[in-house]
């Protein structure tokens, strides 16, 4: 796991275009299956493909999509209550997040657990659907805050926020030239 991911340092929230796409989607397996072993659940063949499919790009994908990536190498089509069952149980171990507002998925890279109190900001962007997660202790406290002040006990906090990533903000620039 590269230290941005451990980190959720904000400025590498977005994969740059040069980065090894390939080794972030063999860290993202790697989370798994160690996370897996370490707390005696099983990934099944088919949980594992679908968490390929789903870290074969930054950008989410809805079930039907994970399906289709499946059966690309001419491989049988597997049935979508198969995999909306591997999607719940990579939801449920902190694998993956839906992605609310697109009713899509996407793998998850960071070391945090599915019952971490902390909230998942996705910072979606509009132009290439690449989704990036960040995190600050500083927004957890405020949103804890908040949520105690109104005597509301949030069961799962996620944050979705539209926008321009960096590198589609710096091709636009390139292009102004």
Do not use: W
Request: with cysteine; charged share 25%; aromatic share 4%.
């Amino acid at each position: 796991m590269t230290q941005a991911h451990a980190t959720h340092d904000h400025a590498h929230a977005f994969a740059g275009p040069d980065h090894d796409h390939h080794a972030c989607a063999r860290d993202v397996i790697a989370r798994a299956e160690r996370l897996c072993a370490a707390r005696g659940a099983r990934l099944t063949e088919i949980r594992r493909r679908v968490l390929e499919a789903l870290a074969a790009d930054h950008a989410p994908a809805g079930a039907y999509e994970v399906i289709e990536r499946l059966a690309k190498d001419g491989e049988r089509r597997p049935a979508p209550i198969t995999v909306y069952r591997a999607l719940d149980f990579l939801l449920a171990h902190g694998f993956a997040h839906r992605i609310e507002s697109r009713n899509a998925f996407v793998a998850c890279s960071h070391d945090h657990g599915p019952d971490a109190r902390q909230p998942v900001v996705f910072l979606i962007c509009e132009r290439c659907g690449a989704v990036g997660e960040a995190a600050t202790p500083k927004l957890g406290a405020a949103l804890d805050e908040l949520t105690r002040a109104a005597g509301f006990r949030p069961r799962a906090p996620v944050i979705e926020i539209a926008g321009d990533c960096a590198h589609c903000r710096a091709a636009e620039g390139a292009h102004e030239d």
